[in-house]
């Protein structure tokens, strides 16, 4: 069973290849605002690494957001036409999830922009309140000295963690939820669509 996990929500790329239960190549970089440049040459270096073709792949996961407004869409665009083509099944989990992996007590920090912050806290995957858009003032007021810190910590003051999201696809296997439907699959920003958009002057 070969499994592809892809994110591109936020400032990196991360692709990996599964093979049963073993990550068997991965990629993770830097790639704000280029993630639909570096997708295809990034995937194909890992596919011939691992001496895969395309038609080898069994199924796909993604990061489903929030996160960047294009950034959420470009694996989810590439994952929803290549399992429609190939039918094959689509499982999505959260990017506050994948991030936090399977830490205990860790509050993601994701920047949305403006003094702002997608964000949630989890224990060992377990989602512990909601995800939400705070400012970050709000989540000052909200974090304990113990607290692990996952993504954009300067946000807040503390140090940026960056986890490695291939290994923690993997690790929350059993968190990936099925897309019943391919084509109904969509990203969840966590507030509406209009309010990226550039405002008319």
Same mark, same amino acid.
């Given at each position: ?35 639909? !440049? ?107 000295? !113990? ?55």
């Amino acid at each position: 069973m070969i499994t592809l996990c892809m994110d591109t929500s936020s400032k990196y790329l991360a692709i990996g290849l599964i093979k049963d239960d073993k990550l068997i190549q991965k990629v993770q970089e830097s790639c704000w605002k280029r993630q639909s !440049e570096e997708l295809f040459p990034k995937l194909q270096m890992i596919m011939e690494a691992a001496d895969l073709q395309p038609e080898n792949i069994d199924r796909i996961v993604i990061t489903k957001g929030p996160g960047s407004y294009t950034g959420v869409r470009i694996a989810m665009t590439v994952s929803k036409v290549f399992c429609a083509m190939k039918n094959l099944p689509l499982y999505t989990i959260s990017t506050l999830q994948l991030y936090a992996g399977m830490a205990e007590h860790c509050r993601v920090l994701l920047d949305a922009r403006g003094g702002r912050a997608y964000t949630a806290v989890y224990d060992k995957a377990v989602l512990n309140g909601e995800e939400s858009v705070l400012s970050c003032e709000e989540i000052l007021k909200e974090i304990r000295p !113990e607290t692990v810190i996952a993504g954009d910590g300067h946000l807040v003051g503390r140090e940026d963690f960056w986890p490695d999201l291939c290994e923690n696809f993997l690790i929350l296997k059993d968190q990936w939820q099925l897309a019943d439907n391919v084509h109904l699959v969509v990203p969840e920003y966590l507030k509406t669509a209009e309010s990226y958009m550039p405002k008319a002057k």
